[in-house]
């Protein structure tokens, strides 16, 4: 494979010979990943760093049979001197844990997590995107790797972590995103596994998914399955409102997803002067805001240019940022990529 050498400042680094330019959120082949297993239910075995390739699963594997699996989502920044930033990456081993408990399958410490994701990043550290160009994108996976054929929790896991460099998520970048309200179909449940990032979350909400594409619009903003009133959250990302100098969020009530993106541009925001609520958030709300925003991993801020709701449409700042959206987004991004000082205390170096 070519090489190139890149020099930002006075350090040097080696990049992967790619086109840095054009990345959207498509999986980009890296070069290892990272495999741990746990045969006696507890404890996982030392892990190790695998060239990225297909792995081997028994047909009647947990996770391909009864859904038994959790995926955590983290970026790693590249600095303007060349070292590598990770963000928040404690968070991701926690709510691991939370989810592995609610679906019964043991998780890695949060030490082992820590230092697979460390391992990982490191081996593919050249497909870390020069700055401003994206961020690495790193998908930890916990499946029930052993066979199951009667309904139980599986005999033996496997963590598994892998890389991709990535740029925005939706195509439209900073431009803003246009919702549409979904009455028929639910995201989740009370009681349910809405709280945690189980796979089978995913993949119900891609039929409504598609249906809004499918008519122009970007993704779906999603309503409580019992009132069919308040706001949960989009397919992929959390939600916010703005009015005024109040900035409000679905609670977290065991049906919307406790994003790390989330839990930060609350604290930012807070630190910024704002009134922060976490609460119930009638769909009416919406019509009335001066900002909405979407917040995830993935998506980091995405302004909302549009909510349409029972044919409705609801529209926010020409379709452009709001200020509140573009100060929160400023922020965060800047100690993300290590632009500014990280006075919060989030992000890790990659020694
Ligand atoms: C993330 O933001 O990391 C997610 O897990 C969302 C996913 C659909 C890309």
Redesign the pocket.
């Known amino acids: 494979m070519r090489r190139t050498t890149t020099t930002i400042s006075t350090e040097t680094f080696e990049l992967a010979n790619f086109r840095w330019d054009n990345l959207g959120f498509d999986h980009v082949q890296t070069d290892y990943m990272y495999v741990m297993k746990c045969s006696n239910v507890g404890e996982f075995s030392e892990g190790e760093l695998l060239p990225f390739g297909n792995i081997e699963l028994s047909p009647s594997a947990g996770v391909l049979n009864y859904g038994q699996g959790l995926?955590e989502?983290l970026k790693a920044y590249r600095k303007e001197d060349g070292s590598i930033l990770l963000f928040r990456p404690k968070e991701n081993a926690l709510r691991m844990r939370l989810g592995a408990e609610r679906i019964c399958m043991p998780s890695p410490t949060v030490e082992q997590f820590l230092k697979a994701v460390k391992h990982t990043v490191f081996a593919n550290k050249r497909w870390v995107p020069p700055p401003g160009k994206g961020s690495l994108y790193i998908r930890p996976l916990l499946m029930g790797s052993g066979s199951v054929l009667g309904l139980a929790p599986a005999p033996e896991y496997t963590f598994l972590i892998y890389v991709s460099p990535v740029g925005n998520?939706f195509k439209e970048g900073l431009k803003s995103i246009n919702l549409v309200v979904e009455n028929e179909y639910h995201r989740a449940a009370p009681g349910g596994t809405g709280g945690v990032?189980c796979i089978g979350n995913?993949a119900s909400v891609l039929k409504a998914q598609s249906k809004a594409r499918a008519n122009g619009y970007t993704d779906v903003l999603y309503l409580d399955s019992i009132h069919k009133r308040y706001l949960e959250e989009v397919s992929?990302?959390n939600v916010f409102v703005v009015k005024d100098r109040t900035i409000s969020t679905p609670e977290i009530i065991g049906t919307i997803l406790p994003g790390i993106t989330r839990k930060s541009i609350i604290d930012v925001a807070r630190k910024q002067g704002f009134q922060v609520k976490e609460c119930r958030i009638s769909v009416e709300e919406v019509f009335d805001a001066d900002e909405v925003f979407c917040t995830?991993?993935?998506?980091v801020l995405s302004p909302v240019g549009s909510i349409t709701y029972l044919g409705k449409r609801t529209s926010y700042n020409n379709n452009g940022i709001g200020v509140v959206s573009q100060q929160l987004y400023s922020f965060l991004t800047n100690l993300q990529k290590g632009v500014t000082e990280d006075t919060m205390g989030w992000t890790v170096p990659l020694n």
């Open positions: 995926y989502g998520y990032k995913y992929s990302c995830g991993t993935a998506v």
